[in-house]
């Protein structure tokens, strides 16, 4: 368990010229790379970073001080039918106000960033809005199109959903996108002027990726490794990837591959009865969520790594991170043909067909057949990282909007 306590969350801090702070609510930070890279770049640039978030493995201490930058944690669990995250919300939002007050009360921060999801932190922009704190809506994820994908209906909670995003536009000084087709709905739905809304893509820190030599151990005797990285949740495609996996193993008789699916969420237990029911477990491993230098090591160690996020309204808009930190360890990738996914990986990525499993599959076995395309397709993504797509160069626009915030 991470506890890096150097001070005790009463103990004056020196006073920054400008001190904020960042509310996330659906994972722990440092192991949220977004806000933990955002949270860096504006230490550097001198700010003072407090960041309310939910407690995690590994990252169970209330308050943390680490790399200079605050970090207040409280319990969250993870609901999965609709009741439930309504009172998971309303919980978090009373802590995290409590939070947000006494982290204010020693900082009086000029700035408040929340990132979604939910769209309901906005209603403690507007607290904190009476004192003069502008508020920042970092916009990470398309919560109407993910209530619909969901839960398959409409209804009053979409309506409620759709209202608290707009909110959460009007409430913000600026807003943050993670990609083009964000700013595209700030400006459209959310009603934002062009020249408040800011793209800030979440990309990989090449100062921060450590690649290392093939760990073969790790493929368990089998001669390929394919590896998923990231959230195991409804949305991610995991039940199609495992189709495709049947496919290969059963009908294509590949039986020489080994797949690891990294990380965890509300669908790990579910896809683990499912990956044994269709009979599996030979060629499907789930390790959790692992720390950085296994992570490191999985990663280094693919041949073939997939991203099989379905096409829906809400995927096809979104940057899926997972596709730019493969890029980043120079590896081939596997992913669904949707907008967001081509603008990342343009011509460093096999694409198949929109939630088609078995072209899915066929995908995968035209990279594992050869090992020059594997070569060529990772190393053109490495380059495009480093050319195109390197967070040291998209922090300047972080900073830019928290100038536009502050003027």
């Known amino acids: 368990m991470r506890n890096s306590n150097l001070k005790s969350p009463d103990t004056p801090l020196p ?6 702070c960042i509310i996330v609510e659906n994972l722990p930070v440092p192991f949220d790379r977004r806000i ?12 003072g970073v407090s960041i309310i978030c939910p407690k995690g493995k590994g990252f169970e201490s209330s308050y943390e001080r680490l790399e200079g930058i605050e970090i207040y944690r409280h319990k969250l669990w993870e609901a999965s039918r609709l009741l439930g995250y309504v009172a998971e919300y309303t919980w978090a939002l009373a ?5 947000a ?3 204010y009360r020693r900082t009086r921060f000029r700035i408040l960033q929340a990132a979604n999801p939910p769209d309901t932190i906005f209603l403690i922009g507007l607290v904190f809005k009476l004192f003069g704190v502008r508020f920042i809506f970092d916009h990470h994820d398309l919560n109407p199109e993910l209530f619909e994908a969901k839960f398959k209906k409409r209804g009053l909670f979409y309506r409620l959903v759709c209202l608290a995003e707009r909110w959460s536009f009007r409430t913000a000084a600026v807003s943050i996108a993670t990609n083009e087709s964000y700013r595209e709905i700030a400006m459209g739905r959310g009603g934002k002027s062009p020249e408040k809304v800011f793209v800030v893509r979440s990309l990989p820190d090449l100062n921060h990726v450590h690649r290392v030599p093939p760990h073969n151990d790790l493929k368990e005797g089998k001669t390929n490794l394919i590896a998923y990285v990231g959230v195991m949740g409804f949305q991610d495609g995991l039940d199609l990837l495992l189709e495709s996996v049947e496919y290969m193993v059963k009908t294509q008789n590949r039986r020489n591959t080994l797949f690891v699916m990294i990380g965890s969420g509300t669908e790990l237990l579910r896809l683990k009865a499912l990956t044994a029911q269709k009979g599996l477990n030979e060629w499907v491993k789930f390790t959790g969520r692992l720390p950085e230098d296994e992570l490191a090591a999985y990663l280094c160690t693919a041949d073939v790594c997939v991203a099989p996020d379905p096409a829906n309204p809400m995927n096809d808009k979104s940057t899926m991170n997972k596709i730019l930190q493969y890029m980043a360890f120079g590896r081939p990738v596997v992913l669904y043909d949707l907008t967001e996914g081509r603008r990342s990986a343009g011509d460093t990525a096999l694409y198949a067909r929109p939630n088609d499993p078995v072209d899915f599959a066929a995908q995968m076995m035209k990279l594992l057949d050869s090992e020059q395309l594997r070569r060529d397709l990772g190393e053109r993504a490495r380059k495009r990282i480093e050319e195109k797509l390197d967070w040291q160069i998209e922090k300047k626009t972080l900073l830019a909007a928290y100038d536009a915030a502050l003027g």
């Open 95 to 99: 802590i995290e106000l409590f939070l």
């Open 101 to 103: 007050v006494r982290i």
């Open 15 to 20: 006073t920054p010229s400008v001190s904020i």
């Open 36 to 47: 933990w890279q955002e949270a860096r770049a504006l230490r550097d640039a001198g700010y």
